[in-house]
């Protein structure tokens, strides 16, 4: 069933209320869209990024962890992802452990690739805990960031 829209009658325009040609129109006195405040870092502190990559490789009988990677100790990864992809042709899956503000673990089946996501990150452990022969292949990739404080001048070390 067809209903017909009602025509709305035009007004006359004033100097307080501005005219609009059709009622769905905006109205004239909108304001333009902002952009959502930015947060920036603070002017003492930058972000670094640091990315390393790397194969694996756990033959038969191997189980001792690999250690892919391992923080300084005066230097504190603000946040660090580290992903890796076991090999399609692997025997078996590789576990992954983060040590960092929690511990965190993950197991990575053959042909998958697992991510994971810490804060504070101090180590990180991949082993093949089941590999009674054969072998497991993969890669991994992990990026950090760091944060730098900016040092005064005339300061020295």
Known sequence: MFVPVKKTPRRRCTKKVPCRQHPFDPPAW???PVDPPIEQ???SSRLLEKECCGNLLFQENQYVPQQIWKSA????AALTQVSV???RS???YMEVVVTGQNKSSMQVHPGNTGTLTARNVSSIQVSAPNNPSDQIEGKYLITS???LRAHKRGRSC
Do not use: R
């Open 30 to 32: 909108t304001l333009p």
């Open 41 to 43: 870092a603070a002017p």
């Open 73 to 76: 100790p005066l230097v504190q």
């Open 85 to 87: 992809y076991n090999e």
């Open 90 to 92: 692997s025997s078996g």
């Open 145 to 147: 960031f760091f944060k």
